[in-house]
C-alpha cells in the first residue's frame, strides 16, 4: 500500500507538498517525527529534564543544608503552604507550635495561623555555597523571608533529627540520578564491546561469551551484590565506596545490552544494503562504522534509556539494605532507610512517601520515555 | 425490500473505505460498484496500492484498523432468499461472524502465516465445521478428509494429523481453500492466493479453484496483479486505480477492446513483454564465436545442511551478451548469482573471467586483491529495492559510495553522481534525498547507478524487475538495454519469469534444483524446449490473452518424484 506507481510513471517521487520535507530527512528527524507522536513519551521526557535540572541545581533549590539538623522539629509534619493571606498574595507558612504529650511520650505539633512566616523567592542563604561546585551564590530560589530561631519551613515534613525532607529529597535525586548515568554508561561500554565482538567475530568467541552471558544472568542479584558490596573497605571515603557501587551494579547491567548488539549485528549481516558495500569493496570496519552502527544507535538509545529505571532501583534496592550507599550521602535509598520501622512509618508517613514518590515517577517516566524512544528507534517502517 | 437480479449473488455499490493518515483522509477504496455473479469468476485487477485488497476485505468486514468503511452498501443474497447489507453490520457483531466462512470465505495471498503452525491441519480445518454447524469428533474427521481429497492433497489420512510447516506453499495454500470450501461457501474470495507461489505450482491450484468452482456453483472475486491469470481465468474484470474503477466488462473486452487509456497501457504493458524486444531483434548477432567474458565449469556449492544448492553448473558470458537463468524458487539461481561475486564461496569449478587487459583470473580462487578488482567488473543489483539501499544514507552518498572507495573525490565525484543519475532517468536534484521518498522503481533506477557507477564489465542482475509491478518493469528492462548498448555490458540475468527473459536475454539457461537442465538461444528455449521440465515450465506460465488459453492444458513435469511435500512423509509416524 505504501509504494504507488503510475503509468505511465511519474518523473517525479510519488510525494505531496506535506512531504517534500519528508524527503530530506535524515534518520534523526524521522526519529523524532515518530517520537513526537508518543505524548506519554513526550511528557514523560519534560518530567525527566525537569527532574535533572533539580538535581544539577539541588543546592539552588533546596531551601535549607539538607543536613542542618534541628532537635526541636524531631518528626515535625509538613507544613502547607497557602498563597494567600487576609485576601491578598502572601505565600506564608503558619508557624508550629509544639507540646509535648505526656502520656504518649510524644511531640506534638499544630499549626498557629495566627502566626504566619512569610515565604519568598530568591532570599539570601543562610550560608553562601557554590552552586555545580564552581559559581558563589548568597540566593536560594525559596526560604523564609526572615527567619528567626524557632521558625521553620518543613514543606514535606521533617526526620528524626529535625532535618528537611524536602531538601534531602532534592540533594537526593544528584546520587541517584546520576549512579543511573554512570552505571549506564559502563554498561554500554561493556555491553556494546562485548556483544560487538559476540556478533561479529561469531564462533568460539560467541559461544564463550553467550554462556558467560547466561552464567551471570542466573546468579540472584540481590546476594551477589552483597558478596561484593562487602569486599568494600570500610574504611574507604562515601564517593570512592558510591563509585565501586556504580561498578558493581553496571556489571550486572550489561548483559541484555550485549545480547541487543550481538542480535542487531548478526540480523544487519546479511542485509542487501550491507552486501552491496561490501560488494563496492568496502573493509569489514568501514561497515561496521557506516553501515552497521548507524542502523542500531537509535535502538541502542533506547535500550539505555530503559536500563537507568533498573539501575536507579538497584541503587535504592543496595541502599535500603545497607550495603550500597551509607549516610552521610544523601541518596533516595538511603532516604529510604529511615522508613524502615514501622514506628517510624506510622508517626511520620512522610519520610516513606516522599523519597519513594521521587523514585516513582523518575522510574515510570524514565521507562515511558525508553519506550517511546524503542518505538522510535525504527522510523523506517511506517515512513514512506 | 431490497431486490437484486436472480443471478447476481453480492452486489457493491459504491463502496468507500478510508484510512486516516499524518497528512489527512486517504482514500483506498473510492466509489466501486460491481455485481457478483453465481458461478461466475471476477477478477479485480490493479498494481500494488490500487485498493484492490481492501476492497475485498471490506466485503468481509476486515479492513486493517483505522481504515473504516465510509459509505456504500454491500448486498449479499441469503440462502434463505432475504438480502443484507454488510457494510451496515457491527464488524464485530454475531451477524457478520454468520456470514464471513460461512457463506463468504476467503483465501489469502501468504499461505506461509495465513495457517496457525501450532495446530494440526485437521484441527484447523475442522474448527470451521465446528463454529458453523457444531460437527465434531468422527463426523468431523470424515468430512475434513473428504475435503483434503477435494483439493488433491497425497494420502489425506496422514496428512490430516501433520502440521503446516511439513508442507510446502502449494500444499498449504490448497489446505487454505480446503479451509475455505468447508462450509459450501456460496461466494470465494481469493486474495491474490498465487502470488507467492511458483509458476507451475500457480497453474494448479488455477486449475483446482476451477475444478471446485465448477463442481459447487460458487462465485469466485479473485483479485490479481497478474494480467496473463485474468486472462486465463476470468468470466469479468474490473481494473482499479488508486481506488477508483476504471473499466470494468467482460474478460474479452477487457483484452482485445479496452475502452479506458490506464487499461490500454496496462495491457500493452503485458503485450509488449509477450514479445522479443524491438532493439534487440534490430541488433546484430553476437558472433558466436566471440571469447567469453566470463566462463563458468562444474561450479558446485553445498551448504551446510546437506542441501547441493548448485550443481556442476557450467555456463558461460560473452561481452555485450545477455544470459538469463530461468528457475523457480529453490532452483539455487539466486545462490549461484552469488557465488559468480564470491559472495558464497563455491568448493568445487572454475569461474574463469577475462580481464580488459587480456589475461583471465579463476574468481573462485582470486586473492583479496583481485577480488577487489573483479568486484568492480563485475557488480549486481538486487532483487528488493527496498533492503538494497542503505534507509540512512541520501541517494546522492549512495550512489557516491563504489566512487569514493575507487579513490574518487570531491568535485569529479559529484559531476559523476549527476552524471549517473541523469543516466538512469533520475534529477540529479533528487540527490539530497532519502531512499524513503522514492517509489519502487525509482529505488531500482538507484541500485542500477550504484551498479554501473565504476563502470563494470558485466552485471549480475537478481530478479531486478521481480519487486516491481508490471508498468514500470519493461521500463526498467528497457533502461538496462540502453545501458548495456551505451556502455558495452554484458548481463547476467536471474529471474522466474520467462516474459522478462524472452523480452531481453540473448540466450537462457534453465535452473531446476541446483543443475541447468538447458541451455540455449532465448527463441529456440522458448519456441521448441528439449527437456521437459523446461517444457512444463513453459506451458504453466498464464497466456495474457483470453481467446488461448492455455494453462488447463498445460504439459506437466513429474519424472523426478514431485516435491509434494517439502518433508517426504514416512508411511507409519515415528517419534523417535
Request: proline share 6%; glycine share 8%.
Amino acid at each position: 500500500m505504501t509504494d504507488i506507481t503510475h503509468l505511465p510513471p511519474a518523473t517525479e517521487p510519488s510525494l505531496d507538498l506535506h512531504n517534500r520535507d519528508i524527503a530530506v530527512a535524515g534518520q534523526w528527524r524521522l526519529f523524532w517525527l515518530k517520537f513526537k507522536k508518543h505524548r506519554i513519551a513526550l511528557l514523560s521526557l519534560v518530567v525527566i529534564v525537569l527532574m535533572y535540572l533539580v538535581a544539577a541545581f539541588a543546592d539552588f533549590i533546596a531551601p535549607v543544608d539538607p543536613n542542618a539538623t534541628n532537635a526541636r522539629f524531631t518528626y515535625a509534619p509538613p507544613q502547607g503552604l497557602s498563597l494567600l493571606h487576609d485576601g491578598a498574595f502572601h505565600p506564608h507558612v503558619d508557624q508550629l507550635k509544639m507540646t509535648l504529650n505526656t502520656e504518649s511520650m510524644r511531640r506534638e505539633f499544630t499549626p498557629d495561623p495566627a502566626k504566619p512566616l512569610s515565604v519568598g523567592f530568591l532570599v539570601p542563604a543562610q550560608q553562601p555555597y557554590t552552586l555545580l561546585g564552581f559559581i558563589p551564590m548568597q540566593t536560594k530560589l525559596f526560604g523564609l523571608v526572615d527567619p528567626k530561631p524557632g521558625d521553620s519551613l518543613y514543606v514535606f515534613g521533617a526526620d528524626r533529627l529535625g532535618r528537611d525532607i524536602f531538601s534531602r529529597v532534592v540533594h537526593g535525586a544528584k546520587i541517584s540520578l546520576s549512579i543511573g548515568l554512570v552505571g549506564v554508561f559502563m554498561s554500554l561500554i561493556l555491553g556494546v564491546t562485548i556483544g560487538g565482538i559476540s556478533g561479529f567475530f561469531g564462533g568460539w568467541a560467541d559461544i564463550v561469551i553467550q554462556r558467560f552471558i547466561e552464567l551471570l544472568r542466573s546468579i540472584p542479584t540481590i546476594p551477589l551484590w552483597m558478596g561484593l558490596a562487602a569486599a568494600i573497605p570500610v574504611g574507604w571515603p562515601p564517593l570512592r565506596t558510591y563509585f565501586v557501587i556504580t561498578l558493581i551494579v553496571s556489571l550486572i547491567g550489561w548483559t541484555s545490552l550485549a545480547r541487543e548488539v550481538r542480535g542487531k549485528f548478526l540480523s544487519l549481516r546479511n542485509e542487501d544494503f550491507v552486501i552491496a558495500a561490501r560488494l563496492d569493496g568496502m573493509s569489514e570496519i568501514g561497515i561496521i562504522f557506516h553501515h552497521l552502527v548507524p542502523s542500531f544507535m537509535s535502538h541502542i538509545i533506547a535500550t539505555l534509556t530503559l536500563a537507568i529505571p533498573s539501575m536507579i532501583l538497584a541503587e535504592t534496592a543496595l541502599s535500603f539494605l545497607g550495603i550500597g550507599l551509607q549516610p552521610p550521602i544523601i541518596s533516595w535509598g538511603v532516604l529510604l532507610q529511615e522508613a524502615q520501622n514501622i514506628r517510624a512509618v506510622a508517626q511520620a508517613p512522610w519520610l516513606l512517601f516522599t523519597p519513594a514518590a521521587a523514585i516513582v515517577i523518575a522510574v515510570l517516566s524514565l521507562n515511558f520515555l525508553g519506550d517511546g524512544l524503542r518505538d522510535a528507534a525504527d522510523p523506517y517502517e511506517s515512513v514512506s | 425490500m431490497m431486490r437484486m437480479e436472480d443471478d447476481v449473488i453480492l452486489k457493491v455499490e459504491d463502496l468507500a473505505t478510508s484510512f486516516p493518515t499524518r497528512t489527512g483522509l486517504f482514500n483506498a477504496v473510492d466509489g466501486v460498484s460491481f455485481a457478483l455473479k453465481r458461478g461466475k469468476t471476477l477478477c479485480v485487477v490493479g498494481e500494488s496500492g490500487s485498493g484492490k485488497s481492501v476492497t475485498a476485505r471490506s466485503i468481509l468486514q476486515i479492513v486493517d484498523k483505522p481504515g473504516r468503511i465510509d459509505g456504500g452498501s454491500i448486498l449479499l443474497a441469503r440462502p434463505d432468499g432475504s438480502i443484507t447489507d454488510l457494510a451496515s453490520l457491527d464488524p464485530r457483531g454475531r451477524d457478520i461472524r454468520t456470514v464471513r466462512g460461512k457463506e463468504i470465505a476467503m483465501i489469502f495471498q501468504e499461505p506461509m502465516s495465513s495457517l496457525s503452525p501450532v495446530h494440526r491441519i485437521g484441527t484447523q480445518i475442522g474448527e470451521t465445521l465446528r463454529i458453523h454447524f457444531g460437527i465434531r469428533g468422527q463426523a468431523q474427521r470424515e468430512r475434513v478428509l473428504e475435503l483434503l481429497r477435494q483439493v488433491e492433497i497425497p494420502r489425506p489420512e496422514t496428512a490430516i494429523d501433520r502440521y503446516t510447516f511439513e508442507f510446502s506453499g502449494g500444499m498449504r495454500q490448497r489446505v487454505m481453500i480446503a479451509m475455505a470450501l468447508a462450509c459450501n461457501p456460496q461466494v470465494l474470495i481469493a486474495d491474490e492466493p498465487t502470488t507467492a507461489l511458483d509458476v507451475t505450482t500457480q497453474a494448479e491450484i488455477l486449475s483446482l479453484i476451477k475444478k471446485l468452482q465448477t463442481a459447487h456453483g460458487m462465485a469466485v472475486l479473485f483479485i490479481t496483479h497478474d494480467m496473463g491469470v485474468v486472462a486465463e481465468i476470468a468470466d469479468d474484470v474490473l481494473v482499479m486505480y488508486r481506488g477508483k474503477v476504471m473499466e470494468q466488462g467482460p474478460v474479452e473486452q477487457i483484452f482485445h477492446a479496452p475502452a479506458n487509456a490506464y487499461t490500454r497501457g496496462l495491457i500493452g504493458s503485458v503485450v509488449k513483454l509477450e514479445t522479443k524486444a524491438e532493439v534487440r531483434l534490430k541488433r546484430a548477432p553476437i558472433p558466436e564465436d566471440a571469447p567469453p567474458l566470463l566462463d563458468v565449469k562444474n561450479l558446485s556449492l553445498t551448504f551446510p545442511s546437506g542441501l547441493k544448492a548448485v550443481n556442476d553448473v557450467s555456463l558461460f558470458v560473452r561481452p555485450g551478451e545477455t544470459l538469463g537463468i530461468v528457475g523457480e524458487s529453490g532452483s539455487g539461481k539466486t545462490t549461484m548469482g552469488r557465488c559468480l561475486l564470491r559472495i558464497y564461496d563455491p568448493e568445487v569449478g572454475t569461474m574463469v573471467f577475462r580481464r580488459p587487459d587480456g589475461h583471465s583470473v579463476d574468481i573462485r580462487t582470486a586473492d583479496r586483491g583481485d577480488l577487489k578488482d573483479i568486484r568492480r567488473e563485475v557488480r549486481m543489483i538486487f532483487q528488493d529495492p527496498v533492503n538494497s539501499l542503505s534507509p540512512r544514507k541520501t541517494v546522492g552518498q549512495i550512489i557516491a559510495e563504489p566512487l569514493k572507495l575507487a579513490g574518487m573525490k570531491g568535485r569529479e565525484r559529484e559531476d559523476r553522481v549527476a552524471e549517473l543519475m541523469q543516466q538512469v532517468g533520475l534529477e540529479p536534484a533528487w540527490r539530497e534525498r532519502y531512499p524513503h521518498a522514492f517509489s519502487g522503481g525509482q529505488r531500482q533506477r538507484i541500485g542500477i547507478a550504484r551498479a554501473i557507477a565504476v563502470k563494470p564489465r558485466l552485471i549480475v542482475a537478481d530478479e531486478a524487475t521481480s519487486a516491481l509491478d508490471v508498468s514500470l518493469r519493461s521500463q526498467m528492462l528497457d533502461l538496462m538495454m540502453k545501458l548495456q548498448d551505451e556502455l558495452g555490458l554484458s548481463y547476467i540475468f536471474i529471474s522466474h519469469d520467462m516474459s522478462v527473459i524472452r523480452y531481453m536475454c540473448d540466450r537462457v539457461a534453465v535452473m531446476y534444483r541446483g543443475r541447468i537442465v538447458e541451455v540455449g538461444d532465448t527463441d529456440q528455449v522458448v519456441h521448441n524446449p528439449t527437456h521437459d521440465y523446461t517444457r512444463a515450465l513453459l506451458s504453466a506460465i498464464p497466456h495474457p490473452d483470453p481467446r488461448d488459453r492455455r494453462i488447463h492444458k498445460r504439459f506437466r513435469y513429474d519424472a523426478a518424484a514431485p516435491v509434494a511435500l517439502t518433508h517426504p512423509l514416512p508411511e507409519t509416524l515415528d517419534l523417535s
